[in-house]
């Protein structure tokens, strides 16, 4: 029994499930019916599960109710053979290729449409300032179970939504896919990249300020300051934008960000407080020097040295 046909079993599987999760005892119950299974049959579908999976066409994530329980979800086939279509395309070509270049063919021959998010688009916009620890990629959810494939056949440990799905053994490098694309669409420049002003309202949103204050410095000149105000004020983080502008005008002593700029930004300003939030490598520390800041922009600042660094480096 053994000797695994796995593609049929595969496809009694996917009759039942589709796109839904099951445990591995579910799976049993639809390859041999009944509830009680014998070793023989347990080990068959052990291998199966596993086959299936190496071969692209399934993923699992560990159950919260009980981190022993896997529950798996099958892809659809027809994504699949479109992403091993795409791996292979590029895979034959001569020269050494990288997860973009999978993007860019994903895009160009099945017009799977995606964005460069979070810390991806921080490095870019900073010239890589911020260096690219993990990829962030927004996609559209009829396309997650293509890009799934296409990221496993390319060896990547795979997060989705925030949740592990694919854990290499080996170390990897990990690709986070965020199924967000329709809410980000106006977002997403003609390189695929989410535009600055998103980059940098969205770091500012994060408490990630070295990130937001290098984003500001680097791309002054190309950001869309009114769209800045108007993220700042639908997301509640004015004083947090007036307060980060005017701290590192402080560190660079001139006006990197113009009085005009900030006036406007001011006539925004709400009454609440914002906490800017430590980060673990920084800690709730709070710099007495940005004291007068904090009280005229409505905020408290745990992030002491976040300027000093980024000035140092980025303003000319």
Known sequence: MIDIKWRSEYDKLWLKFKGKEFRFEDALEVIFGGKKFSSEQIKYGSKLINIIEDNGFAVHRKAEYDQRVRLYILLNPEKVSNARAIYKKVHEREKAFTFSTLLEEANKSAGWNYCYIKDTAIGYWTNFYRSVEVQHISISKEDVDGWI??????????????????????????????????????????????????????????????????????????????????????????????????????????????????????????????????????????????????DKWNVRCYQADSFKKVVLDLVR
């Open 149 to 294: 494939t296409l990221f496993k056949l390319f060896g990547s440990s795979i997060i989705l939504n925030d949740v592990s799905i694919d854990e290499q053994k080996e170390r990897t490098e990990t690709i986070h896919l965020h199924t967000d694309l329709d809410l980000r669409l106006n977002q997403t420049g003609k390189n695929h990249y989410q535009l600055p002003h998103y980059t940098f309202t969205d770091s500012l949103k994060d408490d990630d300020i070295v990130s937001a204050s290098a984003i500001a410095i680097v791309q002054k000149n190309k950001i869309d300051w009114d769209k800045v105000i108007q993220l700042a004020k639908d997301n509640g983080i004015m004083n947090t934008l007036g307060f980060v502008l005017e701290c590192v005008n402080k560190e660079a002593k001139k006006q990197v960000f113009s009085k005009k700029l900030l006036d406007k930004i001011e006539k925004n300003k709400t009454r609440d407080i914002k906490i800017i939030k430590g980060i673990p490598t920084v800690g709730e520390i709070r710099n007495l020097a940005y004291k007068e800041l904090e």
